[in-house]
């Protein structure tokens, strides 16, 4: 069936690093990969999305790229900072379902002062 | 514009008791959504209505029930709850293929 896998599960970095999250996608008919970001108790917020028309996308500290041949796509934040602590779920469009999306597990990320 | 709200926030229920989840939006979206979140399992579909008047299972559809009320408003209902229920329950909306936004959550557990 669809999936999507997500990787790594946790991630720790210092403060001012770079963190990168990978995801990876089963059916290559989908066309839209969004990145939601989840604090501790809180809903789940997009951050960035890209369609498949692009390759790479970028906002301020956030970028994401898209490998459509490979089937994978991944979430860059630069310049990390201590508020950017949370977890981060991938998510890629389900084809021929007007929208639905299928979510990785999850990665929570860990900035250290 | 408050978004996407949801009610209760929290609820205890035992085995077997029926209960709905409320869920209403003002931003005048198609789609509707209601997902389920475990520990380490992200988010899963349960259903999904695309448009007012239609509904349809997602990937974990078992034990629920859903309406679409109107176009604002989606409920999520539990006939006899289970405690492989017990989850955190969020409803989102978004026009298609587009940014889904959530609600706060409901914080649901059956005993």
């Known amino acids: 069936g669809e999936n999507v896998e997500q990787h790594p599960s946790t991630l720790s970095v210092q403060e001012g690093d770079s963190a990168v999250i990978k995801c990876t996608y089963s059916?290559?008919?989908?066309?839209?990969f969004p990145w939601y970001k989840q604090e501790l108790g809180k809903r789940p917020q997009l951050i960035i999305d890209?369609?498949?028309?692009?390759g790479e996308k970028k906002d301020q500290r956030i970028a994401v790229t898209l490998n459509k041949t490979a089937k994978h796509f991944s979430l860059h934040i630069t310049e990390t900072q201590p508020e950017d602590s949370a977890v981060y779920f991938c998510?890629?469009?389900?084809?021929?379902?007007?929208?639905?999306?299928?979510f990785g597990k999850g990665t929570k990320l860990s900035v250290k002062p | 514009n408050a978004g996407v709200t949801q009610t209760p926030k929290f609820q205890v229920l035992k085995t077997g008791q029926s209960m709905t989840l409320q869920c209403a939006q003002d931003m005048n979206h198609n789609s509707m959504y209601w997902y389920r979140q475990d520990p380490g399992m992200g988010l899963r579909l349960i259903y999904y209505s695309a448009s007012e008047g239609t509904t349809d299972k997602g990937e974990v559809p078992n034990g629920y029930n859903v309406s679409r009320l109107n176009k604002r408003e989606f409920s999520l209902r539990l006939e006899s709850a289970a405690p492989s229920q017990t989850s955190v329950y969020f409803c989102?909306?978004?026009?298609?293929?587009?940014?889904?936004?959530f609600g706060p959550g409901t914080r649901l557990t059956v005993t």
């Open positions: 059916d290559s008919a989908s066309n839209y």
């Open positions: 989102a909306s978004s026009e298609y293929y587009g940014e889904q936004y």
């Open positions: 998510a890629a469009s389900r084809v021929g379902s007007q929208g639905n999306l299928i």
């Open positions: 890209i369609r498949s028309n692009v």
